[in-house]
């Protein structure tokens, strides 16, 4: 811990947690009578929950997303498909340009599966989000996995989860080639007297043979503010801890129990460590659920009222894809076996850990999601928080929405100002890219990061470069 972190209270960093879909974490809450999760398909909905963060001062809205479907539970997707869960989802990318047109602080972190894209074509819709946002685009790094994603695209089955990361480790180093390596800062001129737009001579190719990969040519996009996204991650098993501490400068991590927090937040900061980083340079977050009011009293009854609406089941149903075991197979109080699977290894270890049955998971489920639950008022939940934060080291949290859209405004309305009032929230934003607001350290990625590696070099060293290609062939 720096010596800042040690006499400075960290203000607290949030982001709101959504999905371009109904049922997104609390599932079942799209039947109460004052959501609108169903509008999720207009745009007046994704402009309107925009303005609102950035009225309560977010730091982002973040974006989740899936490939497939959610149909291991009961082997088909009828609850999947009766309850909404996360069917349908749509692509978040398309909402971007319409928020960021109605916003000027707030931050949006895009969720994308590398396993199914193209590096190409993803770094360039990234780059030129980040131009169109001015500097506010985060990307959420993940490698997926549910097996009907790779039926969806013509193969068998899910691959390997390290032979995942292993490619996503190829992926991220040509995303950096083409954002870090391809156009030097000052390639644009401009120049309308000379007729020169860019400098031909600070543009250059990327060349790139590997296992998975392969790419020759110049990047199409100037670059941008950030140049590369800010990087999210949330791998929690050996491997894709390896990966995120290399790559992420924000992580997503869970947890209900302080202690259990605190030594994934010090496993984090020493593997960074161990990475050759600056421990702070990654900002780790806490998935949170959130129901608030102007009484400890009145939030209860507000719970009370939002469980008579979830589903524990689709919870479950949910859960049961993300740990790649049918669920349904077993009797409520039967302790639920560890299984090999291919899935999100970190959660499916919690088999092999504790001794849980559907029972537990239903209880950790009652309002549909098994984030931790805050419930009080305004005061009781900022405190709840503040302590959490001063316990664990994270750096902020992913509040997730119950009740579409009066869960955020409750929050805003309620939470936000007793925060301020103790210190530990912003009173208005720092301008400037979603890196600088988030690191106070400039636009784009530390010198520390392994994308440095693969930045421009030198106009001089370039020329010299491509006078010995020409003169070699």
């Not at 609390?26 to 609102?52: K, M, V």
């Not at 947890?255 to 593997?271: A, F, S, Y």
């Not at 504790?354 to 009652?366: E, G, M, W, Y």
């Not at 990625?445 to 421009?456: G, I, M, N, V």
Request: a negative charge; aromatic letters at 10%; charged letters at 20%.
């Amino acid at each position: 811990m720096t010596k800042t972190s040690q006499f400075v209270p960290k203000k607290i960093l949030l982001n709101a947690f959504d999905m371009n879909c109904v049922g997104h974490i609390n599932h079942g809450l799209w039947t109460h009578p004052r959501d609108e999760s169903h509008r999720f398909n207009e745009l007046s909905y994704w402009t309107d929950l925009a303005q609102t963060l950035e009225q309560g001062l977010f730091d982002g809205l973040f974006i989740a997303d899936i490939t497939g479907v959610y149909d291991v539970y009961q082997n088909n997707i009828d609850l999947t498909l009766k309850e909404s869960i996360q069917l349908p989802s749509h692509d978040p990318s398309t909402l971007v340009s319409a928020m960021a047109a109605v916003t000027q602080n707030l931050g949006f972190g895009i969720t994308v599966n590398l396993s199914y894209e193209s590096p190409y074509q993803f770094s360039r819709r990234f780059a030129s989000m980040d131009h169109l946002t001015n500097g506010r685009i985060g990307w959420n790094i993940v490698t997926g996995y549910l097996d009907s994603a790779q039926r969806l695209i013509g193969e068998k089955g899910l691959k390997d989860h390290d032979l995942r990361y292993e490619q996503a480790e190829e992926f991220l180093q040509l995303c950096y080639k083409f954002w870090e390596g391809s156009w030097e800062n000052d390639a644009v001129l401009k120049d309308k007297q000379n007729r020169i737009f860019t400098d031909p001579a600070k543009v250059h190719q990327v060349n790139h043979q590997g296992q998975f990969y392969q790419s020759q040519g110049v990047f199409q996009v100037s670059p941008s503010i950030q140049r590369t996204p800010v990087l999210f991650q949330a791998g929690a098993s050996p491997r894709g801890m390896a990966f995120a501490t290399r790559h992420a400068e924000g992580m997503f991590i869970g947890g209900d129990q302080p202690e259990k927090i605190k030594k994934q937040v010090d496993q984090i900061r020493q593997q960074a460590i161990n990475q050759g980083r600056n421990p702070e340079d990654i900002k780790i977050f806490v998935g949170i659920t959130v129901v608030t009011a102007e009484t400890d009293e009145l939030a209860q009854q507000k719970l009370d009222e939002y469980q008579a609406y979830a589903s524990p089941e689709a919870g479950l149903a949910h859960f049961s894809s993300s740990v790649g075991i049918d669920l349904s197979r077993f009797a409520d109080d039967e302790p639920i076996p560890y299984q090999q699977t291919n899935s999100i290894a970190s959660v499916n270890n919690k088999f092999k850990e504790q001794r849980i049955s559907k029972n537990d998971l239903k209880a950790q489920h009652v309002l549909g999601g098994r984030y931790p639950l805050i419930v009080g008022s305004g005061a009781t939940v900022a405190e709840k928080l503040i302590q959490l934060i001063d316990e664990t080291g994270i750096d902020g949290f992913n509040l997730t929405r119950t009740v579409a859209p009066e869960s955020h405004h409750d929050f805003i309305r309620l939470v936000i100002p007793e925060l301020q009032q103790r210190g530990r929230y912003k009173t208005e934003y720092e301008p400037g890219s979603l890196r600088h607001k988030l690191f106070n350290q400039g636009d784009q990625l530390a010198d520390s990061h392994p994308a440095q590696q693969f930045r421009c070099p030198s106009s001089a060293s370039t020329s010299n470069s491509n006078l010995k290609q020409k003169q070699s062939a």
